[in-house]
């Protein structure tokens, strides 16, 4: 079955840096690539997603990246602002025809966004 | 209320116990989830319902018993557990076919 790893566990970074956190994954059939962040008690809520048939995809301040020949993708943010705090979770799944397989999620990454 | 609510949001019973974890979802999904999420664990996919249908028990032990009345219902109902099934549980929701979960609060366990 399909394995997330995720790297770091644990991000600090100044307001107003980028940041990256990347994730490889096991099952080369896996097409699609969700980011989703969850702040401190709250839920973890979609942020930015990419299909394997686009390379990069953004939306303002954050950006997916994907490399399918290395199985890897990457959540880039930049001007980070303290907002951004939390933490992000990566996950893969295949999807194929009408069907979905199931969301396999890595460890996550706590960011911190000092001021 | 819209969006997907989870009660009771916090939750401490002893191994002997026996409770209920409840999710409802206001959004017309006709896929719903349970996740469970431990520190420094990926977010550990337990069960599937779809059209009220279990789809997917993902090796849990049966002192978990999820039950689906309804798409808008979902319901986890615990008994003896043990202090390593404290957690946070999450209930999603999904449209068949679309890629998106929606997540609940989650219900924070503790096992005494």
Redesign the interface.
Do not use: A, C, D, T
């Given at each position: 079955g399909e394995n997330v790893e995720q790297h770091p566990s644990t991000l600090s970074v100044q307001e107003g840096d980028s940041a990256v956190i990347k994730c490889t994954y096991s099952d080369s059939a896996s097409n699609y690539f969700p980011w989703y962040k969850q702040e401190l008690g709250k839920r973890p809520q979609l942020i930015i997603d990419i299909r394997s048939n686009v390379g990069e995809k953004k939306d303002q301040r954050i950006a997916v990246t994907l490399n399918k020949t290395a199985k890897h993708f990457s959540l880039h943010i930049t001007e980070t602002q303290p907002e951004d705090s939390a933490v992000y979770f990566c996950a893969a799944k295949v999807e194929y025809g009408g069907s979905q397989g199931n969301l396999i999620f890595g460890k996550g990454t706590k960011l911190s966004v000092k001021p | 209320e819209t969006g997907?609510t989870q009660t009771p949001r916090h939750l401490v019973m002893g191994m002997t116990n026996k409770k209920s974890l409840k999710c409802e979802q206001h959004l017309g999904h006709n896929a719903m989830y349970w996740y469970k999420q431990s520190a420094?664990?990926?977010?550990e996919?337990m069960f599937?319902y779809n059209f009220k249908e279990q789809t997917?028990n993902n090796s849990v032990p049966s002192r978990f018993s999820p039950e689906c009345p309804n798409s808008s219902h979902l319901f986890l109902h615990l008994h003896t557990l043990q202090p390593e099934d404290s957690a946070l549980y999450?209930c999603a929701s999904s449209q068949?076919?679309e890629?998106?979960?929606f997540?609940?609060?989650?219900s924070r366990l503790t096992v005494l």
């Open positions: - | 997907v420094k664990k990926p977010l996919l599937v997917e999450l068949p076919g890629r998106e979960l997540f609940g609060e989650g």
